[in-house]
């Protein structure tokens, strides 16, 4: 996981434009998914093991009940130190 968080924040600032773009679209999903309660657990690996940064964060906040931007900075801190 620490490779696909390093690489998600290399291109998240080399396209920010894009990538907010994309970040939004994948919080809305994540967002719909949690409000019809089709968000669970399984969904939450489906995301990661497909590689899929903005709804994995997402998903964890969502679930844990905090903000993305929290669970984003332990991601990046976990990676930097792993």
């Known amino acids: 996981m620490p490779n696909a968080v390093r690489e998600a924040t290399q291109l998240a600032r080399a396209?920010?434009?894009?990538?907010?773009?994309?970040?939004?679209?994948?919080?809305?999903?994540?967002?719909?998914?949690?409000?019809?309660?089709?968000?669970?657990e399984n969904q939450l690996m489906s995301f990661a093991e497909g590689g899929k940064f903005d709804e994995t964060n997402a998903s964890i906040a969502a679930l844990a009940n905090v903000s993305v931007s929290i669970v984003e900075s332990m991601m990046v801190e976990t990676s930097t130190r792993g």
Do not use: M
Request: hydrophobic share 40%; aromatic share 4%; proline share 4%.
């Open 15 to 40: 396209a920010p434009s894009t990538i907010h773009e994309q970040t939004v679209i994948a919080h809305a999903l994540v967002k719909s998914l949690f409000e019809d309660g089709r968000l669970d």
